[in-house]
């Protein structure tokens, strides 16, 4: 497992190497005061990318090919990294003083790509390589992403974290999806309608199994590893065993939404569902929200299709608080009793309790 010490913010896409989408270190929010969330301070960033924290700053791209580093508890700008590019296609991560972003020309997949490793606290250029990368996970210094821009690679690359060599890549189909990383395999999905487990050291094969159509969601992973194959409105939703690839449960209709807490899915159909990881049962559903969430300290935070921001008891699916607004393509972050989220129309957004 990383070290603790990664995981006390939210440094990646989907908080950490498994895409949980769950941080269980926050204390301050919670369901008992969510309702009184308020708008801290927003900076104006162009489209609505997610930010991730780490270390009392808030990193976050956007469609100039800028990355920022903001002042986590007042959006106080810290430092920005241009890049030529014009498109900033990666949630940044962020780990052991280095951040990762991934930018491609918007119009150009075959142009000039990049992978940036910046020195986390000055925005310095550590290490670059020209590839178009997303999906970053990183575990115990080795960095995994999706390389399926710049033609249609359709590649599984890791490299070392801290210098950006090359350690292995793994081919499959025309596309791949994010990877995530648990329990020292890594999980993706490929346009050759499989789900492909990997040692993470090695990049060995270790098992794939067959979807019905393309897998176009990246899994999530807590000793099942789930995932999305089709599309609207028929896609449908796996639960394979992690370390066999045994299909453990299949439901029509559903699409993940963007993680597992405690044992809970979660999934959108129509609205947000609660599912049961072992079996796919219902627990509860609410009629709005669905994609780009979060779950901390009993609270799930999700967005519905560029409308509202919501908070939902984790428990029961209620309504605890909810903020209008246009939230599409960003998942939220919430560390240290902070919320934060990216939007197309008003930029970047960091909300707080009053006195926490």
């Known amino acids: 497992m990383p070290k603790a010490t990664l995981f006390v ?24 005061n969510v309702a009184n969330l308020t708008l801290a301070w927003t900076y104006p ?6 930010p991730v924290v780490a270390n009392g700053a808030v990193y976050v791209g956007d469609a100039t090919g800028t990355l ?16 030529p590019q014009d498109y900033c296609l990666a949630t940044p991560a962020v780990a052991n003083g280095i951040a990762y972003f991934g930018c491609s020309p918007e119009n150009d997949y075959n142009g000039s790509n990049g992978i940036f490793a910046l020195d986390a606290g000055t925005g310095a250029l550590r290490w670059s390589v020209g590839e178009a990368g997303f999906g970053f996970s ?111 449960w299949q439901k029509s209709g559903f699409s993940l939404a963007g993680g597992i807490a405690h044992g809970v899915l979660y999934a959108t159909a129509r609205g947000l569902y609660a599912l049961n990881g072992s079996t796919g049962d219902v627990i509860w559903n609410f009629p709005l929200g669905g994609a780009n969430l979060a779950v901390a300290n009993g609270v799930v935070y999700t967005c519905d299709c560029g409308e509202n921001l919501y908070a939902l008891d984790a428990n029961t699916g209620a309504k605890l608080w909810n903020y209008p607004a246009d939230y599409y393509g960003s998942s939220p972050a919430v560390a240290n009793g902070m919320l934060y989220i990216g939007t197309i129309k008003s930029g970047m957004l960091a909300f707080h309790v009053p006195g926490h």
């Open 9 to 32: 913010d939210w440094p990646q896409l989907g908080f950490d190497g498994a895409h949980s989408a769950c941080n269980p270190y926050e204390t301050i929010l919670r369901p008992a």
């Open 138 to 248: 990183i575990v115990n210094g080795i960095l995994y992403y999706a390389e399926s821009l710049g033609g249609l690679t359709g590649r599984l690359t890791a490299r070392n974290a801290a210098t950006g060599g090359y350690l292995w890549g793994y081919q499959a189909g025309s596309y791949v999806t994010a990877p995530v990383v648990a329990n020292g395999i890594v999980y993706f999905g490929a346009t050759d309608k499989n789900v492909y487990a990997l040692n993470a050291t090695t990049g060995a094969l270790i098992w794939q199994a067959q979807t019905i159509d393309t897998p176009y969601v990246g899994p999530a992973a807590d000793g099942r590893v789930y995932v999305t194959a089709g599309g609207y409105p028929e896609e449908d939703l796996y639960a394979f065993n992690a370390a066999t690839g045994a299909l453990i």
């Open 68 to 83: 920022y580093s903001l002042n986590a508890a007042n959006g106080t700008p810290l430092w920005t990294y241009q890049v």
């Open 45 to 50: 960033t162009i489209d609505g990318y997610s």
